[in-house]
C-alpha cells in the first residue's frame, strides 16, 4: 500500500440466495481461497480472497431486498467487480462451457485493454481485464508505474470495484479527501455527448473506479430493481475505528472494526 494511502479496500460485500451455489462459481470457477472467519464462524456467510481484497459471500434468501443490477450506466450504486486476467478470451471460453451467463465477448477498448463482461448466479456483474490501462491523463506516474508493473497470473486477480456517481467533484470529496484515495488518471470517452469519464483512484491494493458524466444525470434507484438480481451490497474499508457511511449516490460504506 503507497504509504500517502492510509486505508484502503478490504472486503466487498455481495448477496446470494445459495451459498453453496455461489462458493461453487466463485471457488471453482474463479479461483477464490477461503479465509477463515473466527469472528461469525457460524454465520450463514463466508470469506473468500483473490489477491488483497476479501468477497464476503452472504446468504439473505429470495426474499430479502439486495439491491441489484440492471445493463444501464445509470445505474446508482455500484456497477460492477473487476478481475485482471492473464488472456480474456480463454477465461470467457471456459465459463461459457460451464454454462456461465456472458454479456460481452472479448473486445479491446479504450485504454489499450481488452475486457469481457459476465454474471455471477445471482446476476452481480462481473468484469475480466487483460492488459494495463493507458491514462489519457495520469495524475499519479508513480501509481500508474506500479500497475502497469503488475503481470497478471492464469487464475482471476481481484482488481477494481467499479460505480457511477452524478457529481464527482463530490464523490472525491468522499473518496479522495476523507479516505486520502489517491487519484491515479482518467479515461474520456470523447464520442460520448454527456462527456462520460472514468476516474480511477488506488483504494489501498485495489482500485475505485467512478463514472461521471459533464451533462447533469439522474441516476437510477437501485432500491427498484427489488430481487429479481442480486449484485454487490457494501464496500469495507481498512482504518481506525468502526463508522458505517453512505458515499455519495447510495454506496454503503463500513470503516474499520471487525466486520
Given amino acids: 500500500m503507497p504509504p500517502s494511502v492510509p486505508s484502503g479496500l478490504h472486503r466487498v460485500e455481495i448477496g446470494c440466495r445459495d451459498l453453496a451455489r455461489s462458493l461453487d462459481f466463485y471457488q471453482d470457477l474463479l479461483g477464490f481461497q477461503p479465509v477463515p472467519d473466527p469472528v461469525r464462524p457460524d454465520r450463514r456467510s463466508r470469506l473468500l480472497s483473490r489477491g488483497t481484497v476479501v ?51 472479448p473486445m479491446d477498448v479504450l485504454g489499450d485493454v481488452r475486457i469481457a463482461f459476465f454474471l455471477d448466479p445471482d446476476g452481480a456483474r462481473l468484469e475480466f481485464i ?15 508505474a506500479a500497475e502497469a508493473a503488475q503481470v497478471p497470473g492464469e487464475v482471476p486477480r481481484f482488481d477494481h470495484v467499479a460505480f457511477t456517481v452524478a457529481d464527482l467533484p463530490t464523490a472525491l470529496a468522499f473518496w479522495r479527501d476523507r479516505f486520502g484515495f489517491e487519484v491515479i488518471g482518467e479515461i474520456r470517452h ?8 472514468m476516474t480511477y483512484l488506488q483504494a489501498g491494493q485495489a482500485v475505485l473506479e467512478v463514472f461521471s458524466f459533464d ?17 454487490p451490497r457494501r464496500l469495507l474499508l481498512e482504518g481506525p475505528g468502526e463508522q458505517r457511511l453512505i458515499a455519495p449516490d447510495g454506496v454503503p460504506v463500513t470503516m474499520g472494526g471487525s466486520r
Fill in 55 to 105: 468477497l464476503e459471500l452472504v446468504e439473505v434468501g429470495a426474499e430479502g431486498n439486495q439491491g441489484g443490477w440492471v445493463n444501464d450506466d445509470l445505474q446508482g450504486g455500484i456497477r460492477h467487480l473487476g478481475m485482471k486476467v492473464a488472456a480474456v478470451d480463454r477465461q470467457i471460453k471456459r465459463l461459457e462451457g460451464a454454462g456461465v451467463t456472458v454479456l460481452s465477448q
Fill in 190 to 197: 470523447h464520442g460520448d455527448q454527456r462527456g462520460f469519464l
Fill in 215 to 231: 451533462v447533469p444525470i439522474v441516476l437510477n434507484d437501485i432500491s427498484a430493481a427489488g430481487t429479481s438480481v442480486l449484485g
Fill in 130 to 144: 487483460q492488459g494495463n490501462l493507458s491514462y489519457q491523463k495520469i495524475s499519479s506516474p508513480e501509481l500508474a
